[in-house]
């Protein structure tokens, strides 16, 4: 088992823990274990971002604010009260997100009065109206925060626009910690690991859905050379 841990970076601010709500966790007892594995590689606080997508995942404030507490009851049930809870969630960039924030809708945000705002965007399609939902989160207070941007097929190819987004229009950019041993693909490995050579990564994740994820991360993402150097990094999370 490898030494290190994830113990410097305090909190995850990516993930799908909270029970019933997506294609995460789908039982506090599933939550739990999850819970356990993260706490076991070093965090100390989760922050847990159900997915909020059009018609697919109709999650509100209201109903991840009761999975949170749910789960929060059961965690210190369990010894693990030692772990902070906290969510935010992930949003889809649709057309449903542009009318949520032209309505003044809440959205859960994470960092306290940094108001950070994780979303995400179709894997394959560009959506056309990146920019004007970019303009949009800004005007209203809110920092964008762009989740897994190394998952994003449509960019592959073109590092200058995810520069661009980052330097340019103020983008802060989130990595997946499995990116690092190619969990999803040889491709967004090999971005993960331009980002942290440029020095662009603000965040980092586990993205946990499901105890693969978190085998993963213990047996094949921390014995990887890159994730010595994205610690290095002046990550965000420890801020949180």
Do not use: W
Not at 34 to 55: E, Q, S
Not at 82 to 103: H, I, Q, S, T
Not at 118 to 127: A, Q
């Amino acid at each position: 088992m490898p030494s290190l841990t994830l113990a410097t970076l305090g909190a995850d601010m990516h993930s799908h823990l909270l029970p019933g709500l997506d294609d995460g966790a789908e039982t506090v007892e599933h939550s739990l274990d999850l819970l356990r594995a993260l706490r076991n590689m070093g965090f100390r606080k989760l922050i847990m971002t159900p997915h909020i997508m059009g018609d697919f995942y109709k999650n509100t404030p209201e109903g991840i604010r009761a999975a949170l507490q749910l789960l929060r009851t059961a965690a210190i049930s369990a010894g693990l009260g030692d772990v902070e809870l906290d969510c935010a969630a992930e949003y889809y960039l649709d057309e449903f997100l542009g009318r949520k924030l032209a309505a003044g809708t809440e959205m859960l945000t994470f960092g306290g009065d940094k108001r950070y705002l994780l979303f995400e965007t179709s894997y394959m399609n560009e959506p056309l109206n990146l920019f004007e939902i970019i303009f949009e989160l800004k005007a209203q207070g809110y920092l964008p925060v762009l989740a897994h941007p190394e998952r994003y097929t449509y960019l592959y190819g073109r590092f200058a626009e995810l520069e661009k987004l980052r330097r340019n229009y103020d983008v802060l950019l989130q990595i997946n910690l499995n990116s690092l041993a190619g969990y999803y693909s040889p491709a967004a490995k090999k971005v993960a690991e331009q980002l942290i050579e440029a020095g662009l990564v603000d965040f980092v994740g586990t993205d946990t859905h499901h105890l693969r994820h978190t085998d993963t991360l213990l047996r094949r993402t921390l014995p990887q050379p890159y994730l010595q150097r994205l610690l290095q990094l002046p990550l965000l999370n420890n801020t949180l």
